[in-house]
């Protein structure tokens, strides 16, 4: 059974930064490619950041040059490092993960999702 739990959110003011990390357990990590999206109450999920197996990144516009997608298989964790934090970019955060390559945006590619972390960040 595939299990993937998040950790790090919290609290932060405006400008600071924030790391969220992702363990994945019941799968073979190294094959697979990560996600990291977030979700305000109302609206629809946003992925931020996707890693596929040999490192490729991808980034929303939204977080490019503030967020750093990253992944250590011999731990089987990918984390999120979030720097020059905004208030819109509280939300929760949910790892996610598909067996490929592609570095997808689209939820229903995934296959696999963390229960979410809380990130709220203060003006």
């Known amino acids: 059974q595939v299990q993937l739990v998040e950790s790090g959110g919290g609290l932060v003011q405006a400008g600071g930064s924030l790391r969220l990390s992702c363990t994945a357990s019941?799968?073979?990590?190294?094959?697979?490619?990560m996600g990291w999206s977030r979700q305000v109450p109302g609206t629809e999920r946003e992925f931020v950041a996707a890693?596929?197996?040999?490192?490729?990144?991808r980034y929303a516009d939204s977080v490019k040059g503030r967020f750093t997608i990253s992944r250590d298989n011999a731990k089987n964790t990918v984390y999120l490092q979030m720097n020059s934090l905004k208030p819109e970019d509280t939300a929760v955060y949910y790892c996610?993960?598909?067996?490929?390559?592609?570095?997808?945006?689209?939820?229903?590619?995934?296959?696999?999702w963390g229960q979410g972390t809380q990130v709220t960040v203060s003006s």
């Open positions: 996610a993960g598909r067996m490929s390559s592609g570095l997808s945006f689209i939820p229903d590619n995934y296959d696999d």
């Open positions: 019941g799968l073979i990590f190294s094959r697979y490619a």
């Open positions: 890693i596929n197996w040999s490192g490729a990144t």
